[in-house]
């Protein structure tokens, strides 16, 4: 199983990203889908999440801001963020909990992409 996570990049202050990350591999299926952010020197924290049907969880640092979504379909899951500020700079790093043919039907296993920088300053 393998998270490809794209979007991420240098943004100024007030602007939007959009993420977005695919999972791949033998894949059975897929219960929660999330992002965790990590900045430089300190522990990596809950971002968002969402299950898989549909009901969501925002730190409150992303309340009213971010939106986390997930096309079932594409085994994909997107987080849009807007009215970006400095602190929002981080590794940001997507999640699921994927179910294999390994493990079987109806166990998860957490898997983790490799992480993409956001930065946002002027």
């Known amino acids: 199983v393998q998270l490809q996570a794209s979007g991420g990049g240098l943004v100024q202050p007030g602007g939007s990203l959009r993420l977005g990350c695919v999972v791949s591999?033998?894949?059975?299926?897929?219960?929660?889908m999330g992002w965790w952010r990590r900045v430089e020197d300190e522990q990596r924290e809950l971002v968002a999440v969402?299950?898989?049907?549909?009901?969501?969880e925002y730190a409150d640092a992303a309340k009213g801001r971010f939106t986390i979504s997930r096309d079932n379909a594409q085994n994909s899951v997107y987080l849009q963020m807007d009215r970006l500020e400095p602190e929002d700079t981080a590794i940001y790093y997507c999640?699921?909990?994927?179910?294999?043919?390994?493990?079987?039907?109806?166990?998860?296993?957490?898997?983790w992409g490799p992480g993409t920088q956001v930065t946002v300053s002027s």
């Open positions: 999640t699921a909990g994927v179910s294999t043919p390994h493990v079987g039907a109806g166990f998860f296993v957490d898997y």
């Open positions: 591999g033998s894949i059975l299926g897929i219960n929660h």
């Open positions: 969402i299950q898989s049907g549909g009901s969501v």
